[in-house]
């Protein structure tokens, strides 16, 4: 079975600044092909797994500098693409970063996170013009946002249609019961998750649950959430991202795998699970 992973992280606080790790102790370490090579020891050998390198927020100015440093680990790692940051927010400004980007064969999208933003921030007039910059560079866009701001990602998308737009993480639902079950955010969430859906350039990321919750989640407790992704976008605009290591720095990369491939094993055929393990990435970032 072959496996894109769409949002894997790599980082090395040695060799670029990441200063949002500084609060997250645990991670505040080397990620790169070692450490991979130990996470996913643990993942069946039926399965072949290639990535989509996701920036893992070195700073802004080193944006370049990041691709650089993973284009050179994709000679000894499976690394099919890249996905990098750009400062969609200058708008028409952003053309000089997105031609820098492009430049380098394996960058595929660009990823400018509003999870931390102001409501509108995402669809003000200069973003939407820097996504319309990115869209006629024929890039795609990963949208990392918290719940509350779903409505801003489906305003996004119906602004500039020509947009590939993935939504990260499912747009990071409240997982407030036990074991990440649904809590009472849950109804508001579905509602905002499926705007986003009606939007037809818009996909969702199967990814990040259990780095929304504790590290005692249960298949039990994250199953609604994977049920109303499918539900809402259909088997055709899914694809599964690991977030490694954000998500499940350690043996959880195959936990996480383990556990998505037995969701969509009851939900969907064996076709259809192919499909959102691995063809529907391929369209949506390679195609």
């Keep these: 079975m072959k496996v894109l992973d769409t949002h894997l992280h790599l980082w090395d606080p040695s060799v670029l600044r990441y200063d949002w790790l500084i609060d997250v102790p645990p991670l505040h370490r080397p990620f790169a092909a ?17 990535y989509i390198f996701m920036q893992a ?29 750009a400062p969609v927010e200058l708008g028409a400004g952003v053309g000089t970063h997105l031609d820098a980007l492009r430049e380098h064969s394996l960058v595929r999208g660009v990823r400018r996170m509003t999870q ?13 013009a820097g ?33 590939p737009i993935m939504l990260d993480h499912l747009g990071k639902p409240p997982l407030e019961g036990p074991g990440g079950a649904p809590g009472e955010g849950f109804a508001r969430w579905q509602s905002s998750l499926q705007a986003c859906a009606d939007e037809p350039n818009v996909w969702v990321k199967l990814s990040g649950l259990p ?7 249960t298949p039990e407790g994250l199953t609604p959430f994977m049920d109303a992704a499918l539900s809402a976008f ?44 691995w063809h529907n990435a391929e369209r949506f970032y390679l195609g």
């Design 234 to 277: 259909g088997p055709d605009r899914c694809v599964f991202g690991s977030d490694w290591p954000a998500s499940s720095p350690s043996s959880g990369y195959a936990r996480w795998l383990a556990f998505v491939r037995a969701w969509l094993a009851s939900r969907v055929d064996a076709d259809t699970a192919d499909c959102v393990l």
């Design 131 to 163: 996504a319309r910059a990115v869209a006629s560079a024929g890039l795609t866009f990963d949208a990392c946002v918290r719940s509350h701001l779903l409505g801003d990602v489906a305003a996004l998308a119906r602004a500039v249609p020509a947009l």
């Design 116 to 128: 931390d933003e102001a409501p509108g921030f995402g669809v003000s007039d200069a973003f939407i």
């Design 211 to 217: 780095g929304e919750t504790t590290p005692d989640w």
């Design 57 to 85: 927020g070195a700073a802004d100015e080193q944006a370049l500098a990041e691709v650089d440093w993973v284009s050179g680990l994709a000679e000894h790692l499976p690394i099919a693409g890249i996905i990098a940051f």
């Design 34 to 50: 070692r450490e991979l090579a130990e996470a996913t020891a643990d993942v069946p050998t039926d399965v072949s797994l290639k």
